[in-house]
């Protein structure tokens, strides 16, 4: 008799994992904007997100704030947050101090980035400053070996930044894989993407991410277009090329509610097909606004952890009958 096989027989299928879920925020700029942002919060919640990040200042100009928003969302709400956390123009001792204070707030997941460079900054860095967000990564797993027994000897979950299409410093894609194939080997869990308007730019990062080496999950970043001029902004911000025609059916549309509903369409088909290319999860960028997100999210129909089943507000914030969670 043959001894029993190692290999399941039984369908994957029940084994595979639920689609992730998160959404960006970023620190509210001043009161009225803080009470904006806390309506938001309290509705994403109630999705039973997986994590939501906290964006960061290039340079710290935010630290404070993003700091107050992290520590809030640890204490007043059951969101795991992930901490956006930028190298550029910083010392791996100012770094430190502030890796040591994130932790110290209970925060467990950190996306090491490098940041934007400030306009009109000097060719050569500041001395003693990181230069890449992979000299991050490496920072923040020394202080997590530092500090492990506080830790319980547990990870901090490291996220990075990917791009589908190229970043605009690097010289090619080719270039950017291997990047990420860098950080990866400098301790990176996972990636989130950049954004990105057309849905074969994401598959084909993946398809050569997983040649070049590269097992971490990649996940879509994916932004509800939902008008001109945000989808304009974002081109200039990000330096990714807008869809045109995206941006001519944006610009036909007869008023922002058709704008809307063409923009949340779009996002939709482009996150569906990430998600039908084996995409592990969703990152929803939100710019504090939870409607247009729910909205995706609605027709998105992902397959979610048996948790509470059905935002409240899900069913009314688009039309028909769809629930926001299929399982
Ligand atoms: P890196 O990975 O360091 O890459 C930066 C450039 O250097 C690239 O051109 C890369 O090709 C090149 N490079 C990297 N390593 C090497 C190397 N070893 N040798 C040679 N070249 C190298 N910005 C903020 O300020 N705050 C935020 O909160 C924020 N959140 C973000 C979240 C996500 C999901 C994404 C995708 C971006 C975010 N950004 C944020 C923007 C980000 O900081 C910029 O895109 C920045 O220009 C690059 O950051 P990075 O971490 O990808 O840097």
């Given at each position: 008799m043959s001894p029993p096989s190692l290999i399941q027989a039984t369908a994957p299928s029940v084994h595979s994992a639920p689609t992730a879920l998160s959404y960006e925020l970023f620190p509210p700029k001043n009161q009225a904007a803080e009470a904006t942002l806390w309506n938001t919060i309290r509705e994403l919640e109630s999705t039973n997100p997986d994590y939501v990040s906290v964006t960061y200042g290039a340079n710290g100009s935010n630290r404070d704030t993003a700091v107050q928003l992290l520590n809030r969302l640890l204490t007043e709400t059951s969101l795991l947050p992930l901490a956006h956390l930028t190298c550029v123009g910083n010392t791996a001792e100012e770094l430190e101090g502030i890796i040591s204070e994130l932790l110290d707030h209970g925060v467990r997941g950190i996306l090491a980035l490098r940041g934007d460079l400030p306009?009109?900054?000097?060719?050569?860095?500041?001395?003693?400053?990181?230069?890449y967000a992979q000299d991050l990564v490496e920072l923040i797993r020394r202080v997590e070996q530092r500090r492990s027994a506080l830790l319980c000897a547990g990870k901090v979950a490291i996220g990075v930044a990917a791009y589908p299409a190229r970043h605009?410093?690097?010289?090619s894609i080719e270039h950017d894989v291997e990047v990420l194939l860098a950080k990866q080997r400098s301790g990176a869990d996972f990636a989130i993407t950049q954004v990105?308007?057309?849905?074969d730019q994401y598959k084909d990062l993946v398809n050569r991410a997983r040649r070049a080496g590269v097992s971490i999950p990649i996940i879509p970043g994916v932004m509800p277009l939902t008008s001109l001029r945000r989808v304009q902004r974002l081109g200039v911000i990000t330096g990714v090329e807008p869809s045109t025609s995206l941006l001519d059916a944006l610009a036909r549309a007869d008023d922002a509610a058709e704008s809307r509903r063409i923009g949340v369409k779009v996002t939709v088909e482009l996150a569906r097909a990430a998600l039908d290319a084996g995409a592990p999860g969703i990152h929803l960028y939100t710019f504090n606004e939870h409607a247009a997100a729910l909205e995706v999210l609605d027709k998105l129909q992902l397959l979610r952890?048996?948790?509470?089943?059905?935002?409240?507000?899900a069913s009314t914030i688009a039309a028909g009958t769809s629930r926001l969670v299929r399982a």
């Amino acid at each position: 008799m043959s001894p029993p096989s190692l290999i399941q027989a039984t369908a994957p299928s029940v084994h595979s994992a639920p689609t992730a879920l998160s959404y960006e925020l970023f620190p509210p700029k001043n009161q009225a904007a803080e009470a904006t942002l806390w309506n938001t919060i309290r509705e994403l919640e109630s999705t039973n997100p997986d994590y939501v990040s906290v964006t960061y200042g290039a340079n710290g100009s935010n630290r404070d704030t993003a700091v107050q928003l992290l520590n809030r969302l640890l204490t007043e709400t059951s969101l795991l947050p992930l901490a956006h956390l930028t190298c550029v123009g910083n010392t791996a001792e100012e770094l430190e101090g502030i890796i040591s204070e994130l932790l110290d707030h209970g925060v467990r997941g950190i996306l090491a980035l490098r940041g934007d460079l400030p306009q009109g900054a000097p060719a050569e860095p500041r001395h003693g400053s990181l230069a890449y967000a992979q000299d991050l990564v490496e920072l923040i797993r020394r202080v997590e070996q530092r500090r492990s027994a506080l830790l319980c000897a547990g990870k901090v979950a490291i996220g990075v930044a990917a791009y589908p299409a190229r970043h605009p410093e690097s010289p090619s894609i080719e270039h950017d894989v291997e990047v990420l194939l860098a950080k990866q080997r400098s301790g990176a869990d996972f990636a989130i993407t950049q954004v990105f308007f057309h849905a074969d730019q994401y598959k084909d990062l993946v398809n050569r991410a997983r040649r070049a080496g590269v097992s971490i999950p990649i996940i879509p970043g994916v932004m509800p277009l939902t008008s001109l001029r945000r989808v304009q902004r974002l081109g200039v911000i990000t330096g990714v090329e807008p869809s045109t025609s995206l941006l001519d059916a944006l610009a036909r549309a007869d008023d922002a509610a058709e704008s809307r509903r063409i923009g949340v369409k779009v996002t939709v088909e482009l996150a569906r097909a990430a998600l039908d290319a084996g995409a592990p999860g969703i990152h929803l960028y939100t710019f504090n606004e939870h409607a247009a997100a729910l909205e995706v999210l609605d027709k998105l129909q992902l397959l979610r952890p048996g948790r509470p089943a059905v935002h409240p507000r899900a069913s009314t914030i688009a039309a028909g009958t769809s629930r926001l969670v299929r399982a």
